[in-house]
């Protein structure tokens, strides 16, 4: 858990100031140790003279879920969605913030990117007020799970395609979260290998037949001229059929 130790000339200053440290939480969500009273007889800090310390550690009690929970909750009113109500569900690895509601649809955003802004302001603000970092994942009326099933979808097609064809398959460009789903999901066909390309947000998944691959490498070797670009060459059409895959899919 976060915790804060503060020094000011009275307990009460030094609590407002460890809140403030802490994001501005409330007192009850906040442990609270004296550690120094120079209103007390007797204290450690010394004699009662002019310069006494009242010294104190804050320690944040809110759990991350709730945290979450809370704040998305605002957000959505803010953005409008007055039926959105936010369920936790605490996994072993992670936590989920489920949005429901007949208007929980309007967080999404185009292929997600709004409801990826809101989990990564809120896993920053939730962190922040409990100190915890456990992964959070925010996902809107089952959104997550099926465009999961459709990149999974897309990527075997792509795969396809490569083995078909002889040569690399581009997937449009998406966020890091999907590319990786990508990734995982041909990670045990032995026929292709992925890796990534380009810059965010631009940053696009390659599909290649691992024939290919080698081939490629063999052209690079000492002795060999030529053969390299024309293996490497990108199949713009391949392409174009997975981007019209994905978009379908989404």
Request: overall charge positive; hydrophobic content about 35%; glycine content about 10%.
């Amino acid at each position: 858990m976060r915790s804060v130790e503060v020094t000011a000339p009275s307990v009460d200053e030094a609590v407002s100031i460890g809140l403030i440290r802490l994001g501005g939480v409330g007192h009850r969500h906040v442990k609270v140790e004296v550690l120094e009273d120079p209103a007390e007889p007797g204290s450690a800090a010394g004699s009662a003279t002019a310069g006494r310390q009242a010294r104190v550690r804050l320690t944040l009690t809110m759990e991350k879920g709730l945290a979450a929970q809370r704040f998305l909750s605002r957000v959505a009113l803010l953005y409008g969605c007055r039926e959105t109500s936010v369920l936790v569900v605490r996994e072993p690895e992670r936590i989920v913030l489920q949005l429901k509601g007949r208007d929980a649809g309007e967080l999404i955003g185009f292929h997600g990117q709004t409801l990826d802004a809101l989990q990564l302001l809120t896993n920053t603000v939730a962190t922040r007020a409990s100190g915890d970092r456990t992964p959070l994942v925010i996902d809107a009326v089952q959104y997550r799970e099926r465009r999961t099933g459709n990149l999974r979808r897309v990527a075997q097609r792509a795969a396809e395609e490569a083995v078909r064809t002889g040569r690399r398959v581009e997937l449009p460009p998406m966020p890091a979260a999907e590319r990786r789903v990508v990734h995982l999901a041909l990670e045990g066909d032995g026929r292709v290998r992925t890796h990534s390309e380009g810059e965010e947000p631009h940053r696009f998944v390659v599909v290649e037949p691992v024939e290919e691959a080698a081939a490629a490498a063999r052209s690079d070797s000492p002795g060999k001229s030529g053969g390299g670009r024309r293996s490497r060459r990108r199949h713009h059409a391949g392409g174009d059929a997975a981007r019209r895959g994905a978009a379908t899919g989404s």
